[in-house]
T-cell receptor
Framework: NAGVMQNPRHLVRRRGQEARLRCSPM?????VYWYRQLPEEGLKFMVY????????ESGMPKERFSAEFPKEGPSILRIQQVVRGDSAAYFC????????????FGPGTRLTVL | AQSVTQLGSHVSVSEGALVLLRCNYS??????LFWYVQYPNQGLQLLLK??????LVKGINGFEAEFKKSETSFHLTKPSAHMSDAAEYFC?????????????FGTGTRLQVTL
């Protein structure tokens, strides 16, 4: 069973560009979470999604950030008009419907904004 | 609101020595507690979890943790450190079965193992 997959692993963008981060959950997992890890800090929750629904977006910045988990395909975290402060590692996690507190993490996407 | 405090951002032990990484939590509801390990430039790997069953939890790689409600603690231990244990360790808390199943992480403890 393949683990949580994220791509790209590394992404470089210039200020003002858009960043799209993709996450494919483990097979059978219907819950997806996005976390951000700033340098020298722990992970901060951003958003929790189920298929076609945003369940909790309390950690998402109000502007420029959006997330989706369509019926088909991976979950997407989209950052519009990136700024240098968006440089971080973005981790996706997934969990099964039977026990959605046990989260399995992907390898992360490291975003660098120049 | 839930929170996690990890005392000591850096811990250094000798190979073969006891590893003790501290975690205290704050939660208004019965918590689920987790320890994750992160190796450089990698994602997080679950070491162990507490889900209101046994208070002493055994995990992978010889690690274990004890849930102490009276102390609101969930410290991680390993009797004998190995060089391969050098990594960053994160304690996390979640609501027990709630819809708010996000994890709240501590700031991490970087473990160094020396010869």
């Amino acid at each position: 069973n393949a683990g949580v997959m994220q791509n790209p692993r590394h992404l470089v963008r210039r200020r003002g560009q858009e960043a799209r981060l993709r996450c494919s959950p483990m097979k059978g997992h219907s819950h997806v979470y996005w976390y951000r890890q700033l340098p020298e800090e722990g992970l901060k929750f951003m958003v929790y999604l189920q298929k076609e629904n945003i369940i909790d977006e309390s950690g998402m910045p109000k502007e420029r950030f959006s997330a989706e988990f369509p019926k088909e395909g991976p979950s997407i975290l989209r950052i519009q008009q990136v700024v240098r402060g968006d440089s971080a590692a973005y981790f996706c996690a997934s969990s099964p419907p039977s026990f959605y507190n046990e989260q399995f993490f992907g390898p992360g996407t490291r975003l660098t904004v120049l | 609101a839930q929170s996690v405090t990890q005392l000591g951002s850096h811990v250094s032990v000798s190979e073969g020595a006891l590893v003790l990484l501290r975690c205290n939590y704050s939660s208004s509801v019965p918590p689920y507690l987790f320890w994750y390990v992160q190796y450089p430039n990698q994602g997080l790997q679950l070491l162990l979890k507490y889900t209101s069953a046994a208070t002493l939890v055994k995990g992978i790689n010889g690690f274990e943790a004890e849930f102490k409600k009276s102390e609101t603690s969930f410290h991680l231990t390993k009797p004998s450190a190995h060089m391969s244990d050098a990594a960053e360790y994160f304690c996390a808390v979640s609501d027990e079965g709630g819809t708010a199943s996000k994890l709240t992480f501590g700031t991490g403890t970087r473990l160094q193992v020396t010869l």
